[in-house]
């Protein structure tokens, strides 16, 4: 893969080539999220919308149709789409896992309340699926209405996968597929659709959407143990005291001797957590280097998602693609 300038990070790089496109997109956010009998609608969404987030699942459906030569309006409303089912999830995995910070401000149901969330959410996929049907492609309809399902459907089995500590490494890639890198292949590959692009190179977008958010995943999984609180714009250690069994954690215990074990049922499957507990989990990721390994797991899924873009036309955008495949996985450095 391509190496990314460090002082000018590809996410950036992909806004300043598509800024005219995203423009269109946050005009069309705000004039859709607009509600005349409800205010709080706009209210709780512009909370959100407006925190400073990378747009990056709309970026990347802008940048397929455009790098598969789409010179129509529509690729905007499928982008618009993609990040208001985005949303839609965030605010309701906040009453879910009842997070208290999201991008390092205080989330929606913290300072609304959780009911506000759950129905501002759900408005926020009915206005999805309004904005998907009025590009009249039956097919983008088809792989969103999936993706949201699929996206549902993962979170359902993190539920009852999460705290058993059974889970393998197999249903925590099912979990992931689903619940985050389904709304990144879906991205990308409606932009390929609506572009009419040739199947094969369609194929090529989903399977860079897909690599690119299994890689994003596992990456936040390591960033909850070893990043930094005010870089990641969450609480380090939130996982933890979730009870979330993600990847650093299932490798540990697929490791564990009897001791780390009764560990690990303790504080994840009881709930049972004691002060120094973090620490202690941390040292026994050490001792068996799962935290690495989570690591280059990430980085086989980078290198995944940049070598499906052979299939694609030679293109800036398609550099960029490449870049922000490699840059995901730096953050970790």
Same mark, same amino acid.
């Given at each position: 893969?391509?190496?990314?300038?460090?002082?000018?990070?590809?996410?950036?790089?992909?806004?300043?080539?598509?800024?005219?496109?995203?423009?269109?997109?946050?005009?069309?956010?705000?004039?859709?999220?607009?509600?005349?009998?409800?205010?709080?609608?706009?209210?709780?969404?512009?909370?959100?919308?407006?925190?400073?987030?990378?747009? /990056?699942?709309?970026?990347?459906?802008?940048? +397929?149709?455009? /790098?598969?030569?789409?010179?129509?309006?529509?690729?905007?409303?499928?982008?618009?789409?993609?990040?208001?089912?985005?949303?839609?999830?965030?605010?309701?995995?906040?009453?879910?896992?009842?997070?208290?910070?999201?991008?390092?401000?205080?989330?929606?149901?913290?300072?609304?309340?959780?009911?506000?969330?759950?129905?501002?959410?759900?408005?926020?996929?009915?206005?999805?699926?309004?904005?998907?049907?009025?590009?009249?492609?039956?097919?983008?309809?088809?792989?969103?209405?999936?993706?949201?399902?699929?996206?549902?459907?993962?979170?359902?089995?993190?539920?009852?996968?999460?705290?058993?500590?059974?889970?393998?490494?197999?249903?925590?890639?099912?979990?992931?597929?689903?619940?985050?890198?389904?709304?990144?292949?879906?991205?990308?590959?409606?932009?390929?659709?609506?572009?009419?692009?040739?199947?094969?190179?369609?194929?090529? /977008?989903?399977?860079?959407?897909?690599?690119?958010?299994?890689?994003?995943?596992?990456?936040?999984?390591?960033?909850?143990?070893?990043?930094?609180?005010?870089?990641?714009?969450?609480?380090?250690?939130?996982?933890?005291?979730?009870?979330? /069994?993600?990847?650093?954690?299932?490798?540990?215990?697929?490791?564990?001797? +009897?001791?780390?074990?009764?560990?690990?049922?303790?504080?994840?499957?009881?709930?049972?957590?004691?002060?120094?507990?973090?620490?202690?989990?941390?040292?026994?990721?050490?001792?068996?280097?799962?935290?690495?390994?989570?690591?280059?797991?990430?980085?086989?899924?980078?290198?995944?998602?940049?070598?499906?873009?052979?299939?694609?036309?030679?293109?800036?955008?398609?550099?960029?693609?490449?870049?922000?495949?490699?840059?995901?996985?730096?953050?970790?450095?």
């Amino acid at each position: 893969m391509g190496r990314q300038d460090k002082t000018h990070k590809p996410h950036d790089q992909l806004a300043e080539a598509l800024a005219e496109d995203m423009a269109a997109v946050n005009a069309l956010i705000r004039s859709r999220m607009a509600s005349e009998h409800a205010p709080r609608i706009p209210e709780v969404t512009a909370h959100l919308v407006e925190a400073g987030g990378k747009r /990056l699942r709309p970026m990347l459906t802008l940048a +397929a149709a455009r /790098l598969c030569g789409y010179a129509g309006p529509y690729h905007v409303y499928l982008a618009a789409t993609v990040e208001f089912i985005h949303t839609a999830t965030l605010l309701h995995d906040d009453v879910v896992d009842e997070s208290a910070q999201r991008r390092g401000r205080p989330t929606a149901n913290l300072l609304w309340d959780n009911k506000s969330s759950v129905l501002v959410g759900d408005y926020l996929f009915a206005r999805s699926f309004q904005l998907m049907t009025e590009t009249g492609n039956m097919r983008v309809l088809d792989i969103l209405a999936n993706a949201s399902a699929v996206i549902a459907e993962g979170e359902v089995l993190q539920l009852t996968a999460a705290q058993d500590l059974r889970t393998d490494t197999a249903v925590y890639l099912q979990v992931i597929r689903g619940k985050t890198a389904a709304l990144f292949s879906a991205a990308t590959e409606v932009g390929g659709v609506i572009a009419g692009a040739p199947e094969a190179q369609v194929r090529a /977008l989903f399977t860079y959407g897909d690599a690119l958010g299994v890689a994003f995943q596992m990456v936040d999984d390591y960033l909850d143990y070893a990043g930094d609180a005010g870089a990641i714009g969450k609480n380090t250690g939130d996982d933890f005291r979730e009870r979330k /069994l993600t990847l650093p954690v299932i490798l540990a215990v697929a490791k564990a001797n +009897a001791e780390e074990r009764g560990f690990w049922s303790r504080v994840i499957e009881k709930g049972d957590q004691r002060e120094g507990d973090l620490a202690q989990a941390m040292a026994i990721m050490a001792r068996h280097g799962t935290l690495e390994a989570t690591r280059l797991e990430a980085r086989h899924w980078a290198s995944k998602a940049g070598a499906a873009l052979a299939e694609l036309p030679a293109h800036p955008l398609r550099k960029m693609l490449d870049e922000l495949a490699d840059y995901v996985v730096a953050r970790t450095v």
